[in-house]
């Protein structure tokens, strides 16, 4: 199943919402290739993502990314292609909270909220929140997922080349690449 054109331009203009709410300037261009992806799951309120790339070089990468009001990046890892590392990717959050979960001890009680019927498609549990300012870098192919706090949030990730086609999602039946009716 895949997002309607009316859901994607929704999704769109809520996401400017919280950009400008997080005061981050957008350019008329930036604005037109936000990219709205659901994981052709079609529950973008659940689970899902709104992307910003301001530029993805052999070497960099840098993105602007809205998570909805407990709005989740599926569990998955960005794996080693043609003999390079899988990317390197520092978030830093810049508007609301977000409840990161990374490899390592679990914690007792998280925050987050799992999707009813999806639970089994999440299994690193250790948490770690962030707030404006705070942020967390990944080292490559580290499984993670995370979640919006209650307000949505807005994160700022900074990377290696990203190649989001290849990222590796705990739920194989995922595409990454958004689908629009």
């Not at 203009?13 to 261009?29: C, G, H, P, V």
């Not at 301001?54 to 989740?72: D, G, H, P, W």
């Not at 830093?92 to 390592?104: N, S, T």
Request: aromatic share 10%; proline share 5%; hydrophobic share 35%.
């Amino acid at each position: 199943m895949s997002l309607t054109k009316k859901q994607y331009d929704d999704a769109q203009q809520r996401a400017l919402e919280l950009f400008y709410k997080a005061s981050i300037i957008l350019t008329n261009q930036e604005k037109a290739n936000l990219e709205v992806a659901d994981f052709g799951l079609n529950k973008l309120n659940e689970m899902g993502l709104e992307i910003i790339t301001y530029v993805n070089t052999e070497r960099c990468c840098a993105k602007e990314m809205v998570l909805f009001s407990k709005q989740i990046c599926p569990e998955h890892c960005h794996p080693s292609i043609d003999g390079n590392p899988g990317k390197e990717e520092t978030f830093r959050c810049r508007y609301g909270e977000v409840y990161l979960y990374v490899e390592g001890a679990p914690t007792s009680k998280i925050k987050a909220i799992l999707p009813q019927g999806h639970e089994k498609w999440f299994t690193v549990f250790h948490e770690l929140i962030l707030h404006p300012g705070e942020q967390y870098t990944l080292s490559p192919n580290t499984l993670h997922w995370f979640q919006a706090g209650p307000n949505g949030a807005v994160v700022s990730e900074f990377s290696t080349k990203s190649r989001d086609e290849s990222d590796i999602f705990t739920d194989l039946g995922i595409k990454r690449i958004p689908e629009i009716q």
